[in-house]
Nanobody, 114 residues
Framework: QVQLVESGGGLVQAGGSLRLSCVAS??????YSWYRQAPGKDREFVAR????????YSDDSVKGRFAISRDNAKNTVYLQMNSLKPEDTAIYYC?????????WGQGTQVTVSS
């Protein structure tokens, strides 16, 4: 019933930009978040957006470089990533929350070369 599909990842040079998308289907959600997981590291929080109000919060590691946004009509959230660094290399996951239930996408690979 519920499906989250991330896209937009790829290979980019340091200093470049990418925009990730997460399209949700099956239901509406209270909030969306982006997480990432690099090899050998735990999955870490990147940014969150509330669906109705649009309030956002980002981790300090990406402040000033990443921005989360939404398109309610398309039931889609985005992560605009600018000034990318090699340490941003990770699999990026979309998370959607509704009440006590949470859902994950399969992830999209972001690789930043130096």
């Amino acid at each position: 019933q519920v499906q989250l599909v991330e896209s937009g990842g790829g290979l980019v040079q340091a200093g470049g930009s990418l925009r990730l998308s997460c399209v949700a289907s099956g239901r509406t959600f209270s909030s969306y978040s982006w997480y990432r997981q690099a090899p050998g590291k735990d999955r870490e929080f990147v940014a969150r957006i509330n669906w109705s109000g649009g309030s956002t919060y980002s981790d300090d590691s990406v402040k000033g470089r990443f921005a989360i946004s939404r398109d309610n009509a398309k039931n889609t959230v985005y992560l605009q990533m600018n000034s990318l660094k090699p340490e941003d290399t990770a699999i990026y996951y979309c998370n959607a929350q509704f009440g006590s239930s949470g859902y994950w996408g399969q992830g999209t690979q972001v690789t930043v070369s130096s």
